[in-house]
């Protein structure tokens, strides 16, 4: 009689061997027969982006390349009506522009212009996502039609409606806050600040529409679970929602950054071209000031290229460090 012992080592054996002889002889390793992506696949992406790229590059990359290679000529109005030559600078424009001091004061004022525009587009934006998740359905899509009402509205028409709101003769505002005939576009910082809230008005809806469309994809299980821990609406924000929403939040905020930066109408309609000894200047009324009123295309178009690579710059850095946290785009 055989033991167990004994059977369950040949059955083992047994094992062992239908292992080994499953190699190919030789020491040879076996080959995958997985189908391996051919090499001519790779282009198959660029394939399909390429009308893309075409216009793309017809759009914007050769006005980017004519506004660089203007940027570098002497080019008035002498050289577009052919009677001087055109003459070659290199950075000569560039040297003019950074030496000078109201090309300085103008770009802090655009800085910061800007800034504040942007914190204060999330701001209401974000906090206007949030109402809406809290509304009924009623005041929902009547603050969802309003908002996008005044994203709608051009900006030339929307700057008007403000002039009017703030008019220091006829403006309901002054009636209502009592300050008589105060003008709101004789003073720097009161003319900035009217040109703000205009800005904000037709940027938020942007920000509010994308924002709670990304709130509404995010599981009412984790939103639940906060509420149960006891944490209250800005904690649930801060700790939940805005690290959820976070690539949201970078796209929104890029796009915020590029608009205010080059904002142009509203400060050129509301403070009537850059406002009085052109208080309100900002980088773009500056450069149209430079290449349209005085006939300096070529210093305008070096305004233009400073404008390009700052944008490029904040973007690349923004980027830059959302990666460094760890976060995927």
């Known amino acids: ?158 700057s008007t409606v403000w002039l009017f709101l703030f008019d220091a003769d006829f403006g309901p505002v002054n009636r209502v806050l009592g300050l008589g005939d105060h003008a709101w576009t004789y003073g720097r910082f009161s003319a900035f600040f009217l040109v703000l809230l205009e800005v904000v008005w037709c940027s938020f809806p942007f920000v509010m529409v994308t924002v709670y469309a990304g709130i509404r ?26 690290p959820m929403l976070r690539p949201i939040l970078v796209v929104v905020t890029i796009q915020s950054v590029i608009w205010d930066f080059k904002v142009f109408t509203q400060i050129y309609v509301m403070t009537g071209g850059g406002g009085i000894a052109g208080q309100n200047l900002v980088l773009n009324v500056y450069a149209y000031q430079q290449a349209f009123a005085s006939s300096q295309y070529s210093l305008g178009a070096a305004i233009g290229v400073v404008m390009l690579l700052i944008l490029l710059a904040v973007t690349l850095v923004y980027l830059r460090l959302l990666r460094r946290q760890g976060e995927e785009l």
Request: hydrophobic share 45%; net charge positive.
């Open 217 to 242: 994809s995010v599981p009412s299980e984790v939103l639940e679970a906060a509420s149960l821990d006891g944490a209250s609406q800005w904690r649930i924000w801060r700790s939940v929602l805005a």
């Open 1 to 158: 009689m055989t033991s167990p012992v004994s059977s369950g080592a040949v059955e083992r054996g047994r094992v062992r061997v239908g292992l080994g002889s499953s190699r190919p002889r030789g020491g040879s390793r076996t080959t995958s027969t997985a189908p391996r992506p051919s090499r001519g696949r790779s282009g198959t992406p660029w394939l399909y982006l390429a009308p893309a790229l075409v216009v793309l590059g017809g759009l914007l990359a050769y006005p980017i390349y004519q506004l660089g290679l203007i940027s570098l000529f002497h080019y008035t109005q002498a050289q577009v009506s052919g009677g001087e030559p055109t003459t070659f600078e290199g950075f000569g424009n560039y040297a003019e522009l950074f030496g000078d001091e109201r090309f300085w004061q103008v770009l802090l004022a655009t800085v910061v212009f800007a800034a504040a525009c942007v914190v204060c587009t999330l701001a209401v934006g974000c906090a206007l996502a949030v109402l809406l998740t809290r509304v009924r359905a009623v005041p929902r899509l009547a603050l969802m039609l309003a908002a996008l009402g005044a994203w709608a509205t051009p900006a030339i028409t929307g």
